[in-house]
């Protein structure tokens, strides 16, 4: 249909004359990324991965103890917490997201994870709707991506973070392959004065301290600089 013909997949398709999978995953963080690629994607040794990255969220879902802020206790997907000062993944999970099966070629891919990808759509869940939940005077736990990480939890989610980038990296090279990343504009970058944008959806009479919508790409690009 129509919808189906403006997804990145039909686009790249078009315009370059190559097979594409998408394995675009609503919910996916660096962390799950990584490990479906060693499930599904090492066997096929693509020759081009592209990594949209949300800083809206990523960083977050990549930490398990930041997702049990946001979720609560039962988490759903793939995240990584720091132990002992080693990164280790929380990947034990009994749910319709997760298929552990073995991709032998493209079209195993294809079939296997078809019924998965089409049930659950890539959703972003764009700033505005964290700001609409702000109480006034205060962040919700997703809006301190935007501030310094002081916190524990916060530097512990970024270090994760730059480790599973670095070995998804690594891997991709290793098979063959190039990694590229490029990010999905949440609503605060692309604002033409994202400070009154801030000020009246969050409704508080001034941005916070420290508060930087561009920061989490510059980290971002100093990670991937690495």
């Excluded at 700033?127 to 809006?143: C, E, H, V």
């Amino acid at each position: 249909g129509d919808e189906d013909r403006s997804s990145i997949k039909e686009i790249l398709e078009r315009l370059l004359n190559i097979e594409v999978l998408n394995a675009g995953f609503s919910g996916y963080g660096t962390v799950a990324e990584l490990s479906a690629y060693r499930e599904f994607f090492k066997p096929l040794k693509p020759k081009i991965a592209i990594l949209f990255f949300v800083t809206a969220n990523d960083i977050r879902d990549n930490s398990c103890e930041l997702t049990k802020i946001v979720v609560g206790e039962k988490i759903y997907l793939p995240c990584g917490y720091i132990s002992n000062g080693i990164i280790r993944d929380e990947t034990n999970f009994s749910d319709p997201y997760h298929v552990i099966t073995k991709v032998d070629s493209y079209q195993d891919a294809l079939r296997k994870i078809k019924g998965v990808i089409s049930k659950y759509s890539v959703t972003y869940r764009t700033l505005r709707k964290i700001l609409k939940n702000i109480k006034k005077g205060t962040l919700p736990t997703d809006g301190y991506v935007y501030m310094p990480a002081v916190a524990k939890d916060w530097k512990d989610a970024w270090e994760i973070t730059e480790k599973k980038l670095v070995d998804l990296n690594n891997e991709i090279k290793a098979d063959g392959g190039k990694l590229l990343i490029t990010t999905i504009p949440d609503y605060l970058r692309i604002s033409k004065d994202w400070r009154q944008e801030f000020i009246k959806e969050a409704g508080v009479s001034k941005v916070p301290e420290d508060f930087d919508p561009f920061s989490p790409v510059e980290k971002l690009e100093s990670i991937t600089k690495k």
